[in-house]
């Protein structure tokens, strides 16, 4: 740590005021920060990873208001050793490669940003107990496309049922899926896959309760509840952080390195997609995003607009109903509120 940047002097690196949307490159009077990532948020208290240490942090005056998130990548300066009772300071946020949001909704009346800089979106469904719910996986999946994620179907107990009649609903809209179960010896079959799907990537988990999500995360981290100190020892729940997501190293098995990140969620259960923009969810679609250059002005694409070019390509013969009618039936979940 260098004595410019010690505990009482945060205001000299503080930017010129009229610059509202800081770029990271020049940045100069930041030369000392070090590189660090949000592991968890509680209450104004920032968790980071610091080359695998784990250090506390508080924003810095100059950062303002703007949200520091689960994901985000910060620099800080101060005290980073991690050391019992110390505390870094962020001082700036990198900018985020994608954010995952949800509008207020029934659930939350807030507008919030989840998480930032994830790479894949697992939607963890049952296929029975509880029953799966494709309003809400529709739902998910119009969250992960919006946002830039690629979704991973994650089919679990398929031990207590096919996955076929689920997956028929999904496969002309390509989603990639992956299917567990739960062996007599209470091993989850598929595991292995799970993890191959996982490296490389920052994903994020996200289920309703009771799909088998935890039982997921603690087989994929051995170690998820010491690391998130999240249990508590009474109830055995977690303790509800203020964005309600936790980034969990993923070991690689054969090795001591990091094969990637996982972000739970425990608390998620529902997106509200207000903001989201039928323009912007068919961009995940490219082939279908094609047939809608001569739409008129303003078209959703929902079934009802006169003249889409989705039904004009679907009466060319050039269009998969199928395909069609998911990406539709996707347009149409963003509004649902039965789900
Ligand atoms: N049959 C079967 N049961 C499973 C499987 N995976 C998990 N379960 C059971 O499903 C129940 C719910 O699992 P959890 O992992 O606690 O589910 P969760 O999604 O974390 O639910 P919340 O804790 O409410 O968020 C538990 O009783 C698990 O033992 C599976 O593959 N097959
Ligand atoms: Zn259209």
Same mark, same amino acid.
């Given at each position: ?8 002097? !945060?205001?000299?690196?503080?930017? $010129?005021?009229? +610059? /509202? @949307? ?9 030369? %000392? *920060? ?89 939607? !963890?469904?049952?296929?029975?107990? $509880?029953?799966? +719910? /494709? @309003? ?9 496309? %919006? *946002? ?192």
């Amino acid at each position: 740590m260098s004595g410019r940047y010690g505990e009482h002097d !945060v205001e000299h690196y503080e930017r $010129p005021r009229r +610059r /509202t @949307r800081p770029r990271t490159k020049d940045r100069p009077t930041y030369a %000392d *920060a070090v590189d660090a990532l949000v592991v968890t948020v509680d209450r104004g208290r920032f968790t980071l990873d610091i080359e695998g240490r784990r250090v506390m942090a508080m924003k810095a005056r100059p950062l303002g208001r703007k949200g520091v998130i689960v994901g985000d990548r910060v620099r800080v300066v101060g005290d980073v050793s991690g050391a019992d009772g110390s505390l870094a300071r962020i001082v700036e946020v990198v900018e985020r490669s994608t954010v995952l949001r949800r509008t207020a909704d029934d659930d939350d009346p807030v507008e919030r940003v989840l998480v930032a800089n994830a790479t894949q979106l697992v939607v !963890v469904t049952a296929l029975a107990d $509880p029953e799966p +719910r /494709t @309003r809400w996986i529709d739902r998910a999946l119009v969250a992960a496309y %919006d *946002a830039g994620l690629t979704p991973l179907l994650c089919l679990t107990k398929a031990d207590l049922e096919d996955p076929e009649t689920l997956l028929v609903t999904y496969r002309s809209l390509g989603v990639p899926w992956i299917v567990t179960s739960r062996d007599a010896d209470r091993s989850i079959v598929g595991i292995d896959a799970v993890r191959e799907r996982l490296a490389g990537q920052t994903s994020v988990l996200i289920g309703q309760s009771g799909v088998g999500k935890s039982t997921l995360v603690n087989a994929l981290v051995p170690d998820a509840r010491r690391e998130t100190g999240h249990v508590n020892a009474v109830t055995g729940q977690g303790r509800h952080t203020s964005t309600s997501a936790i980034m969990l190293e993923l070991p690689d098995p054969d090795s001591d390195s990091r094969a990637g990140w996982i972000i739970d969620t425990p608390g998620i259960r529902s997106f509200g997609l207000a903001h989201v923009q039928p323009e912007h969810l068919i961009e995940a679609f490219p082939d279908l995003d094609e047939m809608t250059e001569e739409c008129p002005r303003g078209c959703t694409h929902a079934d009802a607009e006169p003249e889409c070019g989705l039904d004009e390509a679907l009466a060319r013969g050039e269009a998969d109903p199928e395909r069609v009618a998911s990406f539709r039936r996707l347009l149409a979940a963003r509004s649902v509120t039965d789900y």
